[in-house]
Nanobody, 119 residues
Framework: QVQVVESGGGLVQPGGSLRLSCIASRSKASITSMAWYRQAPGKQRELVAYIDSNRITNYGDSVKGRFTISENFAMNTMYLQMNNLRPEDTAVYYC?????????????WGQGTQVTVSS
């Protein structure tokens, strides 16, 4: 079972920056893509950013131009640089890892890291 751990969350003022990290434990499966999702209280979980093994990226509309996703799949890691943070970015941020072992696809999630944007 692959373990996923997020880090880097915290309290930041509006306009500030944070860098989230996600690391997955080693396994026989290969990582095909990684993504950040977030969930604010009372809201559904939403996609923030996605990156695959070809470094193709996709961003949620609300974070385009402010957030940047990057990866080091050789080290099973992914990062999210968040700039110009807004109060509406406040949420628990989750890392999702998509894996492939032979013909079997699976995914696993981390426990989340809290990001709070407030003055």
């Amino acid at each position: 079972q692959v373990q996923v751990v997020e880090s880097g969350g915290g309290l930041v003022q509006p306009g500030g920056s944070l860098r989230l990290s996600c690391i997955a434990s080693r396994s026989k499966a290969s990582i095909t893509s990684m993504a950040w999702y977030r969930q604010a209280p009372g809201k559904q979980r939403e996609l923030v950013a996605y990156i695959d093994s070809n470094r193709i990226t996709n961003y949620g509309d609300s974070v385009k131009g402010r957030f940047t996703i990057s990866e080091n799949f050789a080290m099973n890691t992914m990062y999210l640089q968040m700039n110009n943070l807004r109060p509406e970015d406040t949420a628990v941020y989750y890392c999702k890892v998509d894996l492939r072992w032979g013909k079997i696809d699976s995914n696993t999630w981390g426990q989340g890291t809290q990001v709070t944007v407030s003055s």
